[in-house]
């Protein structure tokens, strides 16, 4: 266990309205990270963040917006939610050089 | 362009026995790997990692392999045992830059029969 808890764990909105999801972290790891898990995709990185106010897109950004205002919490917003992005959304922390601990996870579905 | 292919969407290995799951990456500069595992309802869970300096590393019942010279790794479970089933992914990732960006391949679903 690193630390890690999301919130929500499930969420049910309506296309065109904005979500916003909470990661949160408790040892104070540098670099955090939002992926998306899709049947046939694997996990793809949306945003990382190296810090306070630091952040940068990683493979499947579009539609997507991140903010790390305190170094324990990273928000990932959805504008305006889209059923293409109802998914499962790990949130993630470095732990050493290579390896990443994820958090439980939050189920959105957009209808 | 998927630059980690599991290329068996499942794999069903009776208990007991040894389960080999494989992936296949394409890009030459990774030069770190992982398997990762993933119970349902849970976030992926660190398994095991090996260098690219490395073709074997052994934790307990759990082995990769790697083949550079194919761009191929395998994990080996042995024996199995019913809680092994789970979803493995395998990750990989290029020298250390700040961030880590893993690559994640699809996925294989493991499944350990009685």
């Known amino acids: 266990d690193a630390g890690i808890t999301q919130s929500p764990r499930h969420k049910v909105t309506e296309t065109g309205t904005p979500v916003t999801l909470r990661c949160h972290q408790t040892?104070?790891?540098?670099?955090m990270y939002w992926y998306r898990q899709d049947p046939g995709h694997g996990l793809r990185l949306i945003h990382y963040?190296?810090?306070?106010?630091?952040?940068d897109k990683g493979e499947v950004s579009d539609g997507y917006s991140v903010s790390r205002s305190k170094t324990e919490d990273f928000l990932l917003t959805l504008e305006s939610a889209t059923s293409s992005q109802t998914s499962v959304y790990f949130c993630a922390i470095s732990v050493g050089a290579y390896e990443q601990y994820f958090g439980p996870g939050t189920r959105l579905t957009v209808t | 362009d998927q630059q980690v292919k599991q290329n068996s969407p499942s794999l069903s290995v009776q208990e007991g026995r040894i389960s080999i799951l494989n992936c296949d990456y394409t890009?030459?500069?990774?030069?770190?790997f992982l398997w990762y595992k993933k119970y349902p309802a849970e976030g992926p869970t660190f398994l095991i990692s090996i260098s690219s300096i490395k073709d074997k590393n052994e934790d307990g019942r759990f082995t990769v392999f790697l083949n550079k010279s194919a761009k191929h790794l395998s994990l080996h479970i042995v024996p199995s045992q019913p809680g092994d089933s789970a979803v493995y992914f395998c990750?990989?990732?290029?020298?250390?830059?700040?961030?880590?960006?893993?690559?994640f391949g699809q996925g294989t679903r493991l499944t350990i029969n009685p």
């Open positions: 040892e104070n790891h540098r670099y």
């Open positions: 890009n030459s500069m990774f030069d770190y």
């Open positions: 990750a990989a990732t290029t020298p250390p830059q700040g961030a880590q960006k893993l690559v």
């Open positions: 963040s190296y810090g306070v106010k630091d952040t």
